[in-house]
């Protein structure tokens, strides 16, 4: 649930950017973010570009880096949590076995 809560946040801010064209440097804009969390992630892998006046703009190629890092990250996750799941069902099944 909290992946779905920030992925919503992401793409709000993204939104957000895109709306006020704010994707090259010379048309950055002040940003007041609603969850301060997710801007920071965000500028911190580089996919918002803070121009050191207080105004922001986005980066569309660290955006899809920052993406697939995403992605990367949730995949390593399921096949982990998959992994969990199979030795928990095959420890059950032997069990029951005995």
Known sequence: MRGFIL??????IISDFV???ATAADRAIAYDAQDLRTFR??????AIVDDGAGR???????LG????A???????????????????AAAT???LAE
């Open 7 to 12: 992925g919503r946040s992401r793409r709000r």
């Open 19 to 21: 709306a006020a064209k």
């Open 41 to 46: 992630r965000l500028c911190s892998f580089g």
């Open 56 to 62: 922001y703009h986005l980066d569309a190629r660290k």
């Open 65 to 68: 880096a920052f993406r697939g």
């Open 70 to 88: 995403v992605r990367r990250r949730a995949a390593v996750i399921a096949a982990a949590s998959g992994v969990v799941a199979s030795a928990a």
């Open 93 to 95: 099944v032997f069990a």
